[in-house]
Nanobody, 128 residues
Framework: QVQLVESGGGLVQAGGSLRLSCAASAASGWTFSRYAMGWFRQAPGKEREFVAGISWRTGSTDYGDSVKGRFTVSRDNAKNSVYLQMNSLEPEDTAVYYC??????????????????WGQGIQVTVSS
């Protein structure tokens, strides 16, 4: 099965930056470059929220309204990894962040639903 492992979280002051990484591994049949990847987050007492995603083939990206202009998602297919660069962090960004793989997405689009595999999550805490 597909395994996704996040890294790079931690504690940062407001206005600072963090870069999250997600490394994917799987048995034969998994071709990382042909799957869209997404980032989600969930704060205590809140619903899971779409943060950012990136398609395969075209590398089209999409961002949640609250992070547009501050976060950047990218992928390195050779490394089976996806990244989330988070700048100008705010206390409201505090959450557990998850990476996810969408095995059924079209090559040119990013979806905010229907993801099939999820990482264990990593804590990001932004102090004021």
């Amino acid at each position: 099965q597909v395994q996704l492992v996040e890294s790079g979280g931690g504690l940062v002051q407001a206005g600072g930056s963090l870069r999250l990484s997600c490394a994917a591994s799987a048995a034969s049949g998994w071709t990382f470059s042909r799957y869209a990847m997404g980032w989600f987050r969930q704060a205590p007492g809140k619903e899971r929220e779409f943060v950012a995603g990136i398609s395969w083939r075209t590398g089209s990206t999409d961002y949640g309204d609250s992070v547009k202009g501050r976060f950047t998602v990218s992928r390195d297919n050779a490394k089976n990894s996806v990244y989330l660069q988070m700048n100008s962090l705010e206390p409201e960004d505090t959450a557990v962040y998850y990476c996810a793989a969408d095995v059924n997405s079209l090559s040119t689009v990013v979806r905010r639903w229907g993801y099939d595999y999820w990482g264990q999550g990593i804590q990001v805490t932004v102090s004021s």
